[in-house]
């Protein structure tokens, strides 16, 4: 029976065959490069080129670590062999990407005038509302799937023009290790490898959104706003985990644990009052009955406002408002004379009963 390590040896010799024929497949478009056909893919393929070699350095370190010191000399060979053909096959891509730059960089200086040529790329480039990333680890899972489907992967767009769309994304603690970086279409694949190197780390994600998703402030008092926050952030931080792999769809338990935690007791009172008769209950009807609770406290607050903003009845100057005249219940004839007598007048509180009372 194979042991831990063989096991692991075999399943790294697999992955470093799977990279092998990625590379292949760069190969075979190089070899069968036509400019016209071709030029608007060299982008791409530069770009998985970059991560089968990334994928090989990785997978080779280890078999070369847990194979026996006999096929140490092979194993060098055989990186030796494939760093050597990579740097065949980027050094073509590059020198086809750089010609197509070259050409359109010469178009635009063209048309430029008194501006520098960094301002007139950012002057002719499309509007576009890009996603923002300023280094929230919370939120670079949703800014690198909308960037690679805005940008990145639009072919429509030259390689300067998506350096330029990836620096105007960044923000704040993000941006500050680019601020330096030249507009040239070399730079994009480097930057953007840089980028993803720094954020893309699959294991650093997990333990940060984690942490998130236990450090969101709880809510101290029933709150629209307040509510409506904590639903969005955690939505994201649990999102987040689902697209890094993470099993959410089994931990309607613990999910329910961590949300229902942030609650204010208003809220979690109304929670166990409406899931009262139930035995179990989901994440999502738990996420369901908090947007429901948003659009209820919303709506109260605009009826409250909309109250505090009526008019308010002003008295007329001079006006003494009516005292309500008490019902008095009916007595006998003796009993009714001997109280009026001495009782007071219910109107003007003199002594002299209501039937004589001038005001009354």
């Known amino acids: 029976m194979a042991s831990k390590a063989e096991k692991k040896l075999a399943a790294d010799l697999l992955t470093r ?43 080779q370190n280890d078999i070369e670590m847990g194979d026996s010191e006999e096929r140490f000399e092979a194993h060098l060979e055989f990186r030796a062999d494939f760093e050597d053909r990579f740097c065949r096959a980027k050094g073509f891509l590059l020198s086809k990407l750089e010609s197509r730059e070259h050409l359109l960089s010469s178009t635009i200086m063209h048309a430029s005038t008194s501006h520098s040529m960094s301002s007139s790329f950012h002057h002719r480039l499309p509007k576009i509302d890009l996603p923002k990333f300023s280094g929230d680890e919370s939120r670079w899972i949703s800014f690198r799937d909308n960037f690679i489907s805005m940008i990145h992967c639009n072919e429509d767009i030259p390689i300067v023009n998506k350096l330029q ?8 603690e993000a941006r500050k290790p680019f601020e330096s970086v030249d507009i040239q279409a070399d730079n994009y694949a480097s930057t953007w490898d840089a980028l993803k190197k720094r954020y893309d780390n699959k294991r650093f994600l997990r333990k940060e959104l984690f942490r998130g998703l236990y450090n969101l402030p709880p809510i101290q008092h029933e709150s629209a706003q307040d509510l409506n926050t904590l639903v969005d952030d955690f939505q994201r931080h649990v999102k987040a985990l689902g697209k890094l792999g993470e099993p959410i769809d089994h931990w309607d338990t613990p999910l329910i644990f961590i949300l229902t935690n942030k609650l204010d007791s208003a809220t979690i009172r109304a929670w166990e009052q409406d899931t009262r008769q139930k035995d179990e209950v989901k994440y999502d009807e738990l996420i369901e009955f908090l947007i429901h609770q948003v659009r209820m406290l919303k709506s109260v607050d605009s009826d409250l406002q909309h109250r505090s903003s009526l008019p308010t009845v002003s008295k007329v100057a001079g006006q003494i408002p009516k005292r309500p005249v008490p019902i008095r219940s009916v007595v006998n004839t003796a009993t009714s004379e001997t109280q009026s007598s001495t009782s007071s007048c219910h109107c003007c509180f003199r002594t002299h009963p209501l039937y004589q009372c001038p005001a009354f």
């Open 17 to 59: 065959r799977r990279a092998c024929a990625e590379r292949d497949v760069v190969e075979k478009f190089v070899a069968d490069f036509t400019y016209e056909r071709d030029c608007c893919q060299v982008a791409v393929r530069l770009e998985a080129l970059n991560k089968c070699n990334e994928l090989f350095m990785n997978v």
């Open 165 to 172: 769309y990836l620096l105007q994304s960044l923000e704040g």
